[in-house]
């Protein structure tokens, strides 16, 4: 039987997997691909998450493609935005007519003898599933669960007879008009949705077990928008990008190397905003050192505006367990609700939830290394996509687009069918970190032990370091010494 045969398959039709297509269209024009969705739609996480308020929490300047200019004035978007600006690039450069949706990946077992990978695939409009195959398999199928959010497990939740929603599914026809909200959780989400259900709800309560720091910073970029005015439009988009990505890794390195000043700084800002009688210390003070984890984004004071206007409040405190309305509390205060939302968090997944062999052996990619954090030792033509923690996504995706394109032309002019990066004997006993290392995000944290680990020099390594990773990636990909390439008649 007769399969269809794909140059390179992206499984995931995100911003990654049609950034990757981009490229790839136009860096090897001579291979043929195809984007695998599970989904009925392309857009990924900007299409998947409807709930008020949705919006990035980083700029658009350095969440849009290089090869694209964002073109909003919000530099802080909207998510219908980031969808129409992930839709218009795909229809722009016909990538859409290569998506298949409602095609799932299950599995993906590499042959070294043939050079390829054989996937199996459900699709949602039928009950068989169905194979293809592709020399090159590029996931691009985001970090987390789609089907499943992270539960928390709250006790006696069964007990309460309001309405509990989840952010990841968030119901169309939902109406929180005059009604008590409470949202648990003190992340990126919560910090959205708080000020944009706050006054049209009742009282919008955040819940959380600790505080977070925030960052507060206008939406519209004052610099982008007036370079705008005087420059072409890639012009002004790439010194904005550039300025952004500095600016972004000043601020990481600034709180990571000094950060009592940074503390002072976040908590002074919050301070401003708040008052002197609002117990910042309890709510807004973190007991972690700033950009150990993710800082949230305030975008043009909005949570505290919300808060101020008495519409929206937040409680530090545990919880003990649901009642008939509402919550209970550890210190005994009881919080009233009509609808409960979990905004708890997202459960991590590794290469789409697919199975893997290499020549039918099950891969465990717990217990191999990363190369570059885009590939894994023992694992021949397969790169998989993650953004960095600490910056925008889609600049570390757009550094792994121009490595696969070179490496795939570079695959074409020695002849070789494939390329696998292997772990030099002498240094299969260096000392390993995890993927992400001295990051203890809870999300992270929950899922860290299925990732492939880091060693401890390059390229082994997943720095989440913009620069360095820049110069990392660039380095000639003939002169690496770590990566094996062959042909199955020559291996
Ligand atoms: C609410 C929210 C806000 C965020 N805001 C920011 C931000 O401001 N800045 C930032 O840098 N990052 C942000 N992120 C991280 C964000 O996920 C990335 O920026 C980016 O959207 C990830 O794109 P992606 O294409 O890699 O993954 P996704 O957007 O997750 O897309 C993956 C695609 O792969 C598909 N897929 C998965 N598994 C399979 C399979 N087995 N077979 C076929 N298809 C599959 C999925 O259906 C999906 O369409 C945010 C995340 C969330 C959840």
Redesign the pocket.
């Known amino acids: 039987m007769t399969i269809e045969h794909q140059d390179v398959i992206i ?7 049609i950034g990757a297509a981009y490229h790839l269209a136009k860096k090897c024009p001579d291979r043929s691909y195809l984007l ?4 009925q739609a392309m ?4 299409d998947l ?1 409807r709930y008020p308020g ?1 919006r ?3 700029d658009m300047h350095t ?1 849009g493609y290089s090869f694209k200019p964002w073109q909003g004035a919000k530099a802080i978007a909207d998510g219908p935005s980031i969808l129409d600006y992930i839709r218009e690039t795909a229809t722009e450069n016909t990538i859409d007519t290569h998506i298949r949706y409602g ?3 299950l599995s993906a077992s590499w042959s070294t003898e043939q050079s390829i990978w054989t996937l199996e695939i459900s699709q949602s409009n039928a009950e068989k599933t169905v194979r293809m195959s592709c020399n090159f398999l590029y996931m ?5 669960s ?1 089907t499943q959010p992270h539960d928390p497990k709250f006790p006696e939740l069964e007990a309460f007879e309001g309405k509990v929603v989840h952010p990841q599914f968030w119901p169309e026809d939902l109406d929180y008009q005059d009604k008590r909200v409470v949202v648990i959780g003190s992340g ?2 919560s910090m959205t949705l708080v000020p944009a259900m706050a006054g049209t709800a009742k009282q919008v309560t955040m819940l959380q077990r600790s505080p977070t720091y925030v960052l507060t910073r206008p939406s519209e970029d004052w610099f982008a928008n007036g370079l705008r005015k005087l420059l072409p439009e890639t012009w002004a988009y790439a010194l904005t990008r550039f300025r952004n990505t500095l600016f972004q890794e000043w601020l990481y390195k600034q709180a990571r190397s000094h950060p009592e000043r940074a503390k002072t700084v976040l908590i002074s800002q919050v301070r401003k905003q708040l008052g002197d009688n609002y117990d910042v210390d309890k709510h807004f003070t973190p007991s972690y050192n700033p950009w150990t984890q993710r800082l949230c984004l305030v975008p043009d004071n909005d949570l505290f505006d919300a808060i101020n206007s008495g519409n929206a409040d937040v409680v530090t405190d545990h919880i003990k367990r649901f009642t008939k309305t509402g919550i209970e509390l550890i210190s005994g205060t009881h919080l009233l609700a009509d609808i409960v939302v979990s905004a708890t968090g ?1 459960e991590l997944q590794v290469m ?3 199975q893997f062999t290499v020549d039918g052996h099950a891969v465990d990619f717990a217990a191999l290394t990363t190369y570059k954090g885009l590939m894994v030792s023992e694992v021949p033509n397969m790169v998989s ?1 993650f ?2 923690v600490n910056a ?3 600049l570390r ?1 757009d550094l792994i687009s121009e490595w696969v394109c070179r490496t795939l032309n570079h695959m074409r002019d020695t002849r070789t069918s494939q390329v696998v990066p292997l772990v030099p004997e002498q240094l299969k006993g260096m000392p390993t970190k995890e993927w992400i290392a001295d990051f203890p995000a809870g999300y992270l944290k929950r899922g860290m032990h299925l990732q492939p680990k880091q060693g401890d020099r390059a390229p082994w390594v997943n720095s989440q370091d913009f620069r360095k990773e820049r110069a990392l990636f660039n380095q000639p990909i003939e002169a690496d010494s770590a990566l094996h390439f062959s042909s199955p008649s020559n291996p």
Not at 43 to 46: A, E, F, L, M
């Open positions: 499984v995931g039709a995100g911003l990654s997997g695998l969705e599970s989904r857009g990924g996480t900007w998450f949705i990035s929490d980083s969440l095609h799932r990946l691009c199928a985001g970090y987390y789609y990126a989400t997202l789409g939830g697919a996509t953004g960095y925008s996504w889609t995706a």
